[in-house]
């Protein structure tokens, strides 16, 4: 049995995980960084990488109390080394490469995108390569065959935003705060999706791509049409507005949801026969977008796997299982390899 120290720090949460190759999690600690960025409305880059240099150094040295472990008992160090936010990634690689050299373990580099789309199998011993691979955070929005360790042929990818960019700013129209996925999800539940009609766009388009910056703009013309609620001519009554914020969630996440339908049944049938269909990132922990998803899956004869939700979004366990698949293979990394803002797969 093998066991991996890994560290996340590539955007808003700083994280630590030691995981073991029988894909047991000993330990793992995170901690959002959402009250900080909170007041700004989104993630401020310098904020966030001091944030991290504060936070990881102890947040390590408690992970490894909870499991009751030290250093000399891990086999190796993995760490995000790209793509995100460059001062946070940096704060972890450097972190990494001096725990790596003072403990003379090896330094493994993690692209975040592979450890989110490698977490499905951290969950599930039983999802074997190849699989499609639906990644949906706030940076990306992409469709993967995955093949194997660092073998990844992206199907499609988005030509503007990301899904979770787009929940994230939708919500901020809706006066939702930071961060506005999970919170658009619950005001959607109130809300009528037949309400409004917003687009869907490439929805039935022969290319394989996402592009979700039309519905987000329609949701801002929405929100800037919407009546206001009036009072009627009776004394003490009022006139409701012909749709509301509810609405305009429920329609947004409605139309979000038939564009990654209409995307994910193209790229199943461009690909050969895969093993599941896999969804990973944090926009993977929307239940309305999970059973979709599920549905689309049994459509297709094929078994459906996410992630449980604290694995769908950024945590270390991941890094470290990616850590895990890597070191398996008997690869390390040099301790001069470099942080990388951007860093397809
Ligand atoms: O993977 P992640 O934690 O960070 C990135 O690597 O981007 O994803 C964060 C994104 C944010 O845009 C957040 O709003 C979105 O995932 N998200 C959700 C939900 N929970 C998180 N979007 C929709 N519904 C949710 N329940
Ligand atoms: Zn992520």
């Not at 790229?267 to 998803?293: D, E, K, Q, Y």
């Not at 049994?298 to 895990?324: R, V």
Request: charged share 20%; aromatic share 4%; hydrophobic share 45%.
């Amino acid at each position: 049995m093998r066991i991996v120290l890994g560290i996340e720090s590539s955007c808003d949460e700083t994280a630590a995980a030691l995981v073991t190759s029988e894909r047991v999690i000993l330990a793992q600690r995170i901690a959002s960084q959402d009250d900080v960025h909170r007041p700004y409305g989104g993630v401020v880059p310098e904020i966030a990488a001091r944030a991290h240099a504060e936070r990881l150094a102890p947040m390590i040295e408690a992970t490894l109390a909870d499991a009751g472990m030290t250093l000399d008992q891990v086999d190796a160090i993995a760490a995000t080394a790209g793509p995100g936010l460059i001062g946070g990634v940096m704060v972890g690689l450097v972190t990494a490469k001096a725990l790596a050299m003072a403990s003379d373990k090896p330094l493994i580099a993690i692209n975040h995108l592979e450890g989110h789309a490698l977490s499905p199998r951290l969950a599930d011993e039983n999802l074997a390569y190849p699989y499609l691979l639906l990644l949906v955070s706030g940076g990306h929005c992409q469709i993967l065959l995955v093949e194997g360790v660092g073998k990844f042929r992206r199907l499609a990818t988005t030509i503007d935003d990301a899904l979770g960019e787009a929940f994230d700013k939708s919500a901020k129209v809706l006066g939702l705060g930071y961060p506005g996925g999970p919170a658009l999800e619950r005001l959607a539940l109130q809300g009528d999706p037949k309400k409004i009609p917003l687009p869907r766009p490439l929805v039935g388009s022969g290319e394989p791509h996402f592009s979700f910056a039309g519905l987000k703009s329609a949701v801002l013309r929405a929100k800037q049409a919407m009546p206001q609620r009036v009072q009627g001519c009776v004394a003490g009554s009022v006139i409701e507005p012909a749709y509301t914020d509810a609405d305009i969630a429920a329609s947004f996440q409605q139309s979000a949801i038939a564009c990654l339908l209409d995307r994910t049944r193209r790229a199943l049938s461009a690909v050969g026969p895969v093993n599941a269909l896999v969804v990973a990132g944090g926009v993977a922990a929307n239940t309305a977008i999970r059973t979709a998803l599920e549905g689309l899956a049994a459509d297709h004869d094929l078994p459906f796997i996410a992630p449980p939700l604290a694995l769908c979004t950024d945590n270390a366990a991941m890094i470290a299982w990616a850590g895990l698949e890597r070191l398996e293979q008997g690869q390390s990394d040099p301790l001069d390899v470099a942080a990388r803002p951007r860093w397809p797969l």
